[in-house]
């Protein structure tokens, strides 16, 4: 059995493990706050953005066709892989990873190794895949001050290798924000451009009859880059949110566990404590009796 001591520095390092957890749980939730207004102002301009552009193109001619619609034999391929750069949040990094994983080996089984490319934003992927040597570039610095400028640079790296034919396919893989409980490991082709169906039944906005200035091709050709760059830049800022919501999350389990753990170390502490001041009783009693005899 433990002594009071030791049960004692126990007890002192789990209360102060769990203060640091509550601290930690509540910077996370403040800056969930802000991540989550951020995407959810994202998202509509993304989907509209996205909308638009489906509907100048879906009906365009053959010399209006972008660069960054051109699908190639797949040889070379370029994996975004988007995780946060500190860890306790959870499985939150470890998903991507094993996203990531999954996806090539259901996408691109058939390809070496050596044609795989991984541009990872955020420290923990850059360490992750630079000790595999499959990192492109260094994106570390996404997270440190997130604006569509830093995400951007990123984006015009891998839209310019698809161009000059360095990757035949991009990928991006992170983690889509739900709630603070829920993220959703996303696998999303960024280039080619992944044309959309026409829906079956047309409504007013797919049927826009759009006036162009200066003209239809200069505004296709102007709206594809921007809209790539806008797709990465609001699945940086999903992984973004879904990071503080995971950290929050498992701050907020580490707190319950520590606490839990505490009830368990004062309950041990009062019954080696109460066997301590037994075993005195007893041995002052043993001892008055022996004197008695004597």
Same mark, same amino acid.
């Given at each position: 059995?433990?002594?009071?001591?030791?049960?004692?520095?126990?007890?002192?390092?789990?209360?102060?493990?769990? *203060?640091?957890?509550?601290?930690?749980?509540?910077?996370?939730?403040?800056?969930?706050?802000?991540?989550?207004?951020?995407?959810?102002?994202?998202?509509?301009?993304?989907?509209?953005?996205?909308?638009?552009?489906?509907?100048?193109?879906?009906?365009?001619?053959?010399?209006?066709?972008s660069d960054y619609g051109v699908a190639r034999e797949v040889r070379k391929v370029l994996v975004i892989a988007i995780t946060s750069d500190r860890g306790l949040a959870g499985a939150f990094n470890t998903n991507v990873f094993k996203g990531v994983n999954a996806a090539i080996a259901s996408r691109y089984s058939s390809l070496p190794a050596a044609n795989i490319s991984v541009m990872a934003i955020g420290k923990k992927a850059?360490?992750?895949?630079?000790?595999?040597?499959?990192? #492109?570039?260094?994106?570390?610095?996404?997270?440190?001050?997130?604006?569509?400028?830093?995400?951007?640079?990123?984006?015009?790296?891998?839209?310019?290798?698809?161009?000059?034919?360095?990757?035949?396919?991009? #990928?991006? #893989?992170?983690?889509?924000?739900?709630?603070?409980?829920?993220?959703?490991?996303?696998?999303? *082709?960024?280039?080619?451009? #992944? *044309?959309?169906?026409?829906?079956?039944?047309?409504?007013?906005?797919?049927?826009?009859?759009?006036?162009?200035?200066?003209?239809?091709?200069?505004?296709?050709?102007?709206?594809?880059? *921007?809209?790539?760059?806008?797709?990465?830049?609001?699945?940086?800022?999903?992984?973004?949110?879904?990071?503080?919501?995971?950290?929050?999350?498992?701050?907020?389990?580490?707190?319950?566990?520590?606490?839990?753990?505490?009830?368990?170390?004062?309950?041990?502490?009062?019954?080696?404590?109460?066997?301590?001041?037994?075993?005195?009783?007893?041995?002052?009693?043993?001892?008055?009796?022996?004197?008695?005899?004597?």
């Open positions: 059995m433990a002594s009071l001591k030791e049960v004692r520095n126990r007890i002192q390092s789990v209360s102060s493990t769990q *203060q640091i957890t509550k601290a930690m749980k509540m910077v996370a939730a403040a800056k969930l706050r802000r991540a989550q207004d951020n995407i959810v102002r994202m998202r509509p301009y993304a989907q509209r953005l996205n909308a638009i552009l489906t509907n100048l193109t879906r009906n365009a001619d053959d010399d209006i066709v850059h360490d992750y895949y630079g000790r595999r040597g499959q990192t #492109v570039g260094d994106y570390t610095h996404v997270f440190a001050k997130l604006s569509f400028e830093t995400v951007r640079a990123a984006a015009e790296v891998a839209m310019e290798g698809f161009r000059n034919g360095t990757y035949d396919e991009v #990928v991006m #893989v992170y983690n889509e924000f739900r709630n603070v409980a829920t993220q959703i490991i996303r696998t999303q *082709q960024l280039l080619p451009l #992944v *044309q959309e169906e026409a829906p079956a039944t047309a409504t007013p906005e797919s049927n826009v009859d759009y006036l162009f200035e200066p003209s239809k091709e200069e505004i296709v050709q102007t709206l594809i880059p *921007q809209s790539i760059k806008i797709q990465l830049y609001k699945a940086v800022l999903e992984s973004n949110a879904s990071e503080h919501g995971a950290r929050m999350t498992a701050m907020d389990k580490a707190t319950d566990n520590a606490g839990e753990l505490l009830k368990a170390l004062k309950l041990t502490y009062n019954r080696t404590r109460q066997a301590a001041i037994t075993t005195e009783i007893l041995e002052i009693v043993g001892g008055a009796e022996a004197l008695a005899a004597g």
